[in-house]
Nanobody, 123 residues
């Protein structure tokens, strides 16, 4: 098991910012990386962003490019998703997960999911 704990969700208005944090245990850093996904009511879970440990490569869904930034904190204990200029359509439960290998935006290539944190954006 690689426990993951998300935090930082909340309710904001369109245009506001939020920062989500995914606390990763030591063994999590022995895998390839961490990704963020989100799931809105009635929709499939979708890729948001990911970062790889060894090369620090970062990947983003087109819908969040230029607004969201994924990073690893300086202590290397958490992965942070900074979300700026939030839109109503960003409303969802956000999950972090450990990336194993393969196509980085494919949910099936992730293991050890967190419990999720709710982000609600109102107009």
């Amino acid at each position: 098991q690689v426990p993951l704990v998300e935090s930082g969700g909340g309710s904001v208005q369109a245009g506001d910012s939020l920062s989500l944090s995914c606390a990763v245990s030591g063994r999590g850093f022995s895998r390839t990386g961490v990704g963020w996904f989100r799931q809105a009511p009635g929709k499939q879970r979708e890729f948001v962003a990911a970062v790889t440990w060894r090369t620090n490569d970062r990947y983003y869904a087109d819908s969040v490019k230029g607004r969201f930034t994924i990073s690893v904190d300086s202590a290397k204990t958490a992965v942070v998703l900074q979300m700026n200029n939030l839109k109503v359509e960003d409303t969802a439960v956000y999950y972090c997960a450990i990336y194993m290998s393969g196509f980085i935006s494919y949910v099936g290539n992730y293991d050890y999911w967190g419990q999720g944190t709710q982000v609600t954006v109102s107009s």
